[in-house]
């Protein structure tokens, strides 16, 4: 069994920072793209950042500049730094992953952690 297990998350001012983190547990034999994506009240589920198994990396136009993914391969973990917070980046972050763990790989959902950007 995969589990993705989200961190970090919280109440933050404008301009603040905040670091989410999203760790994979389980039987896992690789772990290709991980990825955040971010859910606002009455709006669809968006991609804000992902990573490729060799470090590549790639960004929603909305936080280029703002928000940094990493990834930790030994600790199956993956990192979004969020600086410079605004209003608009509050929403459910999920953190999503394409895990093999068998004979495939196959897309795993973290639970969601909420970001709230007010002063």
């Known amino acids: 069994q995969v589990q993705l297990v989200e961190s970090g998350g919280g109440l933050v001012q404008p301009g603040e920072s905040l670091r989410l983190s999203c760790a994979a547990s389980?039987?896992?034999?690789?772990?290709?793209?991980m990825a955040w994506y971010r859910q606002a009240p009455g709006k669809q589920r968006d991609m804000v950042a992902a990573?490729?198994?060799?470090?590549?990396?790639n960004y929603a136009d909305s936080v280029k500049g703002r928000f940094i993914i990493s990834r930790d391969s030994v600790k199956a973990t993956v990192y979004l730094q969020m600086d410079n917070l605004k209003p608009e980046d509050t929403a459910v972050y999920y953190c999503?992953?394409?895990?093999?763990?068998?004979?495939?790989?196959?897309?795993?959902w973290g639970q969601g952690t909420q970001v709230t950007v007010s002063s």
């Open positions: 999503y992953a394409e895990i093999k763990s068998t004979f495939y790989a196959r897309p795993y």
């Open positions: 389980g039987s896992i034999v690789s772990i290709n793209t």
């Open positions: 990573i490729t198994g060799d470090g590549r990396s």
